[in-house]
């Protein structure tokens, strides 16, 4: 990318004042001038900028005008857009009052001009509509989701305790680690905690993992020993045990509450935060949304904001349960655009109503295809879900709930309905959020369009389950499922916003903008061939910017303020290397991020 400096300007006016022959008076009036006019000449430059491309390869997601060639961005917002010559005419035409009229004019238009490689792309900021910051950082240190097998876990962990010798030398120190997916694994079967003690290195030492989903966890014997009894049964989760009744070591949804897990104090919390900060910029992401932030972090993220730490804009939704008998609103500050640079926002909850697809904890209407002896979970009664959304909704918090089966998505959109029908609630100023939105019955899609409810969706969840979905769910449930096209179509207001749920999958969101538009695994090919997965759902590539955009913006309630190239609204953009609206499907994830802008700032990359 090349820059230009001074498409016109008066640089006669900026060299250095000499003395003249006049009074003292005069030149010292001359001098201040003088230095004046250098002092907005060079605020000119700082404050105001250009970027362009000779392609026209800016796509705003402003559907009054949807491809321009320049963006003019004065400090931290998007002052015009369209061609360059227009751009500079009404640039020209801007009025001043007072003294230095016409100096001002001359220099206004004096700024620095960006030009984008040809072949590259300007988008809006990207957004992440559905992620985990924290736990994103903590992964990172101990991944495993390309593990192939129990034996490559344990492999991972031991390189990891030789990595970190005061973890090595002390055998009482906490191991986590999270990604493991039995279904990608000969058998396919879950883990046991005599699995962690095979090794001399791990025998013996507190080890916990969390599976993909983060809706179960695989711990060590020494674990177990530190649990000590068991009840035998956990409302909303499940303890596995073995034909003889012992628990193997795997702890699913509400059971996970059991496990002693050390909490994080704010020294691992920044240690996290920077890791996911980084992988963010660099991947283009300017907005997220984190789904499920309990008061401690929400403490944390506020500390950063109030020292302008956050690189990022975070949107977040709180959770007090774990701390919690009943409703917890209370402990849920509401803060809008807080902080040095108003990038914190607290002013939805999340709510849990079942489990994950993948450990059979998605709470199905019927039992599941492949393991008949279950339907899935209910985390939350329905009674005690609808109390809790009756009260936020009345405290004026938006309610984003977690349903990935069709038995949750049922039961939550009963409640919904009963508040938006029967108390006539004003939706559009609600907001209501089904997060995953992943299994509906065919009468159920038609409610959401009856009822207005944001669905949150994330397409690579999709591409994850398209190899065991539809054995779990049968040829006629999968219709509902994954339904992405259809639930856009539904959508009163065409809104779909989209994100990962990383570190559940990959922090990319072009890993999830391929997702959407191809439903292929990374090499091409899925279940139903080359064609994608039942592709009919497929998003268009203007659907899916769309979502990762200005619908993820609207769905935080800052559609006004974010989520376009639009004139008034805060200069987020990002420049990508090839563009992902035309190219092939396969060279999408070969797509690099060359600039990440937030409040016209360049925080990754470079213009």
């Not at 903590?138 to 390309?146: D, I, K, Q, V």
């Not at 014997?221 to 009840?231: A, F, I, K, S």
């Not at 570190?503 to 439903?519: D, H, Q, T, W």
Request: aromatic residues 8%.
């Amino acid at each position: 990318m090349s820059g230009s400096s001074k498409l016109k300007g008066a640089p006669s006016l900026l060299k250095k004042p000499t003395r003249p022959r006049t009074s003292g008076r005069s030149w010292v009036a001359g001098a201040v001038v003088a230095s004046l006019v250098i002092w907005l000449y060079d605020k000119a430059l700082v404050d105001e900028y250009m970027v362009c491309s000779s392609s026209r390869n800016i796509y705003t997601v402003d559907p009054s005008n949807p491809r321009v060639e320049c963006v003019l961005v004065k400090g931290h917002t998007i002052l015009d857009t369209g061609n360059l010559q227009d751009i500079q005419s009404r640039s020209a035409s801007t009025s001043y009052t007072g003294v230095l009229t016409q100096v001002l004019r001359t220099i206004h238009n004096d700024y620095k001009v960006f030009h984008v490689d040809p072949k590259s792309i300007v988008v809006p900021g990207l957004a992440d509509a559905h992620a985990h910051i924290l736990q994103y950082g903590s992964m990172m240190e101990l991944p495993l989701a390309t593990a192939t097998s129990i034996q490559d876990v344990i492999q991972r962990i031991k390189e990891y305790i030789l990595a970190h010798p005061e973890i090595q030398n002390d055998k009482s120190r906490w191991i986590e680690g999270m990604g493991w997916d039995q279904t990608k694994w000969s058998g396919a079967e879950f883990p046991t905690a005599a699995d962690l003690d095979l090794d001399p290195l791990l025998k013996g030492r507190p080890i916990s993992l969390s599976r993909i989903d983060v809706h179960a966890q695989w711990v060590s014997p020494r674990v177990l020993e530190l649990m000590g009894d068991l009840p035998l049964e956990v409302e909303g989760g499940q303890i596995i045990r073995d034909g003889v009744g012992n628990p193997t070591g795997i702890f699913v949804d509400n059971a996970m509450a059991l496990i002693p897990v050390p909490a994080w104090n704010e020294e691992r919390m920044a240690k996290f935060f920077d890791t996911t900060m980084k992988a963010a910029l660099a991947h283009g992401l300017t907005s997220i949304h984190d789904a499920s932030s309990p008061p401690e972090y929400i403490s944390f993220y506020k500390k950063k904001a109030e020292e302008g730490n956050l690189p990022n804009r975070l949107y977040l939704m709180g959770n007090a349960a774990a701390s919690s008998e009943g409703y917890w609103g209370a402990k849920v500050p509401r803060l809008i655009n807080y902080g040095k640079h108003g990038r914190l926002n607290v002013r939805s909850v999340k709510l849990f109503t079942d489990g994950a697809l993948g450990s059979w904890g998605a709470a199905l209407l019927a039992p599941y295809s492949d393991k008949p002896e279950t339907s899935g979970l209910i985390l939350t009664s329905p009674e005690e879900m609808s109390s809790l959304i009756h009260q936020f909704w009345k405290d004026g918090f938006q309610t984003n709930i977690h349903c990935i089966g069709d038995r949750a998505n049922h039961v939550v959109l009963d409640i919904l309905e009963s508040i938006i029908v029967g108390k006539n609630a004003n939706v559009t100023g609600w907001r209501p959020r089904i997060e995953h939105a992943q299994i509906f019955s065919l009468e159920d899609l038609k409610r959401m369009e009856k009822l207005g409810v944001i669905a949150s969706v994330q397409p690579t969840h999709a591409t994850s389950d398209m190899s065991y979905a539809e054995t779990r769910l049968g040829s006629e449930r999968i219709k509902g499922a994954y339904a992405y096209q259809t639930l856009l179509q539904l959508s009163p207001i065409n809104v779909l916003p989209i994100g990962s749920d990383f570190p559940v999958e990959s922090i990319n969101p072009l890993l999830g903008f391929y997702a959407a538009v191809a439903r292929l695994y990374t090499d091409g090919t899925s279940p139903h061939g080359p064609g994608g997965w039942f592709p009919e759902q497929r998003l268009t590539r203007a659907q899916a910017l769309k979502g990762m955009t200005l619908d993820a913006a609207y769905a935080s309630f800052s559609e006004n303020e974010l989520g376009s190239l639009t004139p008034g609204k805060r200069a987020d953009f990002v420049v990508l290397d090839r563009d992902i609206m035309t190219i092939p499907f396969a060279d999408i994830l070969p797509t690099k991020v060359s600039a990440t802008v937030i409040d016209g700032k360049v925080a990754y990359g470079a213009l």
